[in-house]
């Protein structure tokens, strides 16, 4: 597979681009975080080429943005068939999209998930969010979602600055509480 520079990235995800936009601004950053994450779903889906070009299939695939320190060992749920297992934290009202593992076929789907998101802004008429978008797309593709409860990590922004996760006692009570609004159906 050749390697391609960010110009000819942009120029292969603007159609998408411009038809996203219409649908607004989640960042409100003048497009540029919404540009940036079309740019991970098209490198999403280079690695995923690149992962069913092999000739084995492996038992676990991992998926996780460069732009993360892991603060506990990451701990390898018993993986069942057709599920997606994501951090706890930083969920906003979705799934987050920087960690994510599964068994083989699971992994090819999360990983060719640039597919359908103009389907996504046709049918919800909303802006396009990496966190809203990715249980929607799982949905929509039959995989089952589940939380990995014990891993940690803390965001590295490109000056340096870390940005941890809220883990402490208040933090964990407060995605127990949403998790057991959403259980009963009085929050989505």
Same mark, same amino acid.
Request: hydrophobic share 35%; with cysteine.
């Given at each position: 597979?050749?390697?391609? @520079? ?20 989640? *960042? ?11 740019? +991970? ?17 492996? @038992? ?27 951090? *706890?934290?930083?969920?906003?009202? $979705?799934?987050? @999209? ?12 999360? $990983?060719?998930? +640039? ?20 249980? *929607? ?28 996760? @809220? ?22």
């Amino acid at each position: 597979m050749e390697l391609t @520079d960010q110009h000819e990235v942009d120029q292969r995800i603007d159609s998408d681009f411009e038809f996203v936009k219409q649908f607004g601004d989640n *960042w409100r950053d003048n497009f540029g975080s919404l540009k940036n994450l079309l740019r +991970q779903f098209y490198s999403l889906n280079a690695v995923t080429r690149l992962l069913l070009a092999e000739k084995s299939k492996p @038992d676990l695939v991992i998926f996780s943005r460069v732009d993360v320190r892991y603060e506990t060992p990451i701990e390898i749920p018993n993986l069942r068939p057709g599920t997606l297992y994501t951090p *706890w934290f930083d969920k906003y009202h $979705g799934l987050n @999209d920087r960690f994510a593992l599964g068994d083989f076929e699971t992994m090819v789907v999360y $990983g060719g998930r +640039q597919s359908l998101i103009r389907q996504y802004c046709e049918e919800t008429k909303k802006p396009l969010g990496a966190e809203s978008y990715l249980p *929607w797309y799982a949905k929509r593709e039959g995989l089952r979602t589940r939380d990995l409860r014990s891993m940690n990590f803390s965001r590295v922004r490109a000056n340096g600055v870390v940005r941890p996760i @809220d883990a402490s006692l208040k933090g964990k009570l407060k995605y127990h509480f949403k998790e057991g609004l959403t259980a009963m159906g009085l929050r989505r």
